[in-house]
Structure formats: structure tokens, C-alpha cells
């Protein structure tokens, strides 16, 4: 199934639901349509998921264990509030994902989507990993849950991001600023050549490490964290403190 390839389509979702109901025929593909209005079942267990510039709406809890492709035009999972969505299955494409919804959307696949990560409202728990290459933002009042060790293009934004007990390797060429609280008793490592500004106040426990490119932070910024400060063969590994 093929969700906004024409125009957006909202696709809504109900736990232990086999068949999506649809108001529009618009944008979507499928093996075969039912009646105007009526249920649109997804093709084979084998076939992924398309979002190209569509929505998939979770009304209630559920696992989702069908592979996702993030079109061009990428897609957006809203879940509603008390609603978590767990796909176990891979997120690829080259499209963003957005994460919309008062609800919880956990990722525990091996995710290879090369698009934008935005976490708009609510928690993105990530308890599998994303590419190396997806840049993070999270936005004021929403969470990003690390619950595996990862490494991530980048981190930026003025929402929460939980460390629990994991490492984040972060940083690419490019700089960003994250201005929220990141807790957790777990480790920040910065690498690539960019700037990671940290303003807010972050309680986390674990070790900073620098690697490359510069790590700005002050007094109550970093102050709970233990540095470990190493030069590449370059030289050009460096840390200030605002």
C-alpha cells in the first residue's frame, strides 16, 4: 500500500485492525479497492508500508511488523495520546519521518531511512537504531527515548532527550544547537567536524567524550559530566565552554 503519492492521505489505524478504512481513495495503492468509503486491506505480509507525504494515524495501541518506506515526499506517524505503536519492522527510504501525536512511537528495527528524524509532539523511542546519517530535532514539550546505543547525524531542538543508560554518538560537518534537558545516567560522544551547542541544562550522569568538531556548553549545561577530550590526527578535536 502506497499512502500520498498524489496528495496527502490520512490512514487511520485502530489496535488489532487487518484492514484500513480510508474516507478517500486519493494517493492510495492497493491490490484491489472495496467499496467507496469501505476497508482497503494491506497487500502480502512480505510488502512494506509506503508514506509519501501521507499519514498513519494510531488510534490505539498495536505492533506493527511490516516493513515502512519513507517516499521522497516522507511521512508521519501520529499516535494519539496513550497510544504506542511498536514497529518492529525496518523504516527505510530516503524520506523524513515526523512523529506527531500526544502517543509513543517505538522503533526496534535496524532502521536505514536516510530523511530527517522531527519528533513534533510526544516520545520517539528508539530501542532498535536509526542511520547514521538521519538528523534529529526534537521539539519543546515532545521526548526522544534512547533505549539502545546509537550514533545519529546530529542533535538539535528544544525538547527532551533521555539517555537511560546508553551512549549517543552525535555529529556530522554540520552544527546544530539543542537548547532542552537531556537526562539519563548514559554517555554523549560528539564526533564529525560540525558544532554541537548545548545551552539548556542537562542532569545527565555518563561521560562526555569529544572526538572531533567542537562541543559548546557552560557551567549549567554540562556540569554533571565527566570529559574525556581526544585529538584526531588532525588536530582539530577541540571543546569550549560558553
Known sequence: MTVGQTSNVLLTILGSQTSFASTTRNGITTSS???WGGSYSLAAASSPLVLNGGTLDVASSFTFTREINL???????LSALGA??????TVTG??????QGAGTLTMSGANTYTGTTTISAGTLSVTGSLADTTAVTVASGATYNVGANDTIASIAGAGAVNLNSYTLTVGDANSTTYSGVMSGTGNLIK?????LTMSGANPYSGGTTVNAGT????AGSLNNTVFDFFANSSGNSIAKSL
Open 33 to 35: 479497492y472495496g467499496a
Open 71 to 77: 517516499g521522497t515526499s516522507g511521512g508521519t506517524v
Open 84 to 89: 504506542t505503536l511498536e514497529v518492529t519492522g
Open 94 to 99: 530516503s524520506g523524513a519521518l515526523i512523529k
Open 191 to 195: 564526533q564529525g567536524a560540525g558544532t
Open 215 to 218: 562541543l559548546f556548553g557552560g
